[in-house]
């Protein structure tokens, strides 16, 4: 069962950039990976995903601002994000699924949390 860490949160101020890392226990390149994020008093969304051949896809909240990456050989994957907002203020999760459709994400990392301070 592969296991995910997420590292690079912090706090941050508004405009500025973080680097987010999501390295699993075991080999990712069969898996869909997601990016998902959760705000104090709201409900999980989705972030991004990237796919096993590196296509990616985003939500408008985020889109021209964050990019995802892998690597791997590395068994990481990483979230690129630029001009940050406060409304970005969330803990950030990496999640990953087999490609199939419909299927669900069921590998979750602990999660980091991003500050954005105004």
């Known amino acids: 069962q592969v296991q995910l860490v997420e590292s690079g949160g912090g706090l941050v101020q508004a405009g500025g950039s973080l680097r987010l890392s999501c390295t699993a226990s075991?080999?990712?390149?069969?898996?869909?990976m997601g990016w998902f994020r959760q705000a104090p008093g709201k409900e999980r969304e989705f972030v991004g995903l990237?796919?096993?051949?590196?296509?990616?896809y985003y939500a408008d909240s985020v889109k021209g601002r964050f990019t995802i990456s892998r690597d791997n050989a590395k068994n990481t994957v990483y979230l690129q994000m630029n001009s940050l907002k406060p409304e970005d203020t969330a803990v950030y999760y990496c999640?990953?699924?087999?490609?199939?459709?419909?299927?669900?994400?069921?590998?979750w990392g602990q999660g980091t949390q991003v500050t954005v301070s105004s």
């Open positions: 990237i796919s096993r051949n590196s296509n990616t």
């Open positions: 999640a990953a699924k087999i490609d199939y459709p419909n299927a669900p994400y069921d590998r």
């Open positions: 075991g080999r990712i390149f069969s898996y869909v």
